[in-house]
């Protein structure tokens, strides 16, 4: 089997950053979901498999200090730091598998990932990442979590992948994350397809 890191370094190797299925000039809803947690400027923000994302300019834009950004693919941290420019030095970029990464204990303020949890289609993945999550977040933080849904694709970037329902979503992460909100999304591709997407909004409790 392939190692994952190799197999987004040639998708990002062989694709433009904004030709990706998942692209999007912008995150509005993953915005909108991480304005509702509140977090100050100084709230630690993680965006799980952000790679090319513009999700960091954003938030950099919006004033936020201390974001991380976590993905397989080093390409792809290239291209956001490169676009970022001088305002990249205010980002911790990390290479890693969020499975293996080391964060602090309860550092994280608010975790994102739209797009990586649905490609842990093995149990014992998905329930070490609800550990690595638990462990890296801080009582009261908030966890996004954005997959395919029931409707959407059932392979991306030739990998397979799990869709789910936002309880679905929910039910992994178990009682010790409370659900706030979810949506669901119609996400167009940069070909013109539509792709369902879920979020689920959890919070954890402070007790």
Known sequence: MEDPST???NVYATR???????????????LSFIERAKPSAESVIVDVGGGASTLVDDLVDRGHTRVTVLD??????????RRLGPKASAVDWRVGNVLT???????VDVWHDRAVFHFLTDPADRARYVEVVRRATKPGAHVL???FG??????????????????AIHGVFGAGFVKVSEATETHETPC???QEFVYCFCRRPTE
């Open 192 to 194: 013109g397809n539509a």
């Open 7 to 9: 197999h987004w370094e």
């Open 72 to 81: 397989l693919s080093a390409a792809a941290l290239d291209v956001a730091a």
């Open 101 to 107: 990464v080391e964060l602090p204990e309860a550092s």
């Open 150 to 167: 029931p409707n959407g694709p059932e392979r991306c970037s030739g990998l397979e992948v799990a869709r789910y329902t936002s309880d």
């Open 145 to 147: 979590v954005a997959t």
């Open 16 to 30: 433009p950053s904004d030709r990706v299925s998942w692209y999007r000039p912008h995150l509005e809803l993953s």
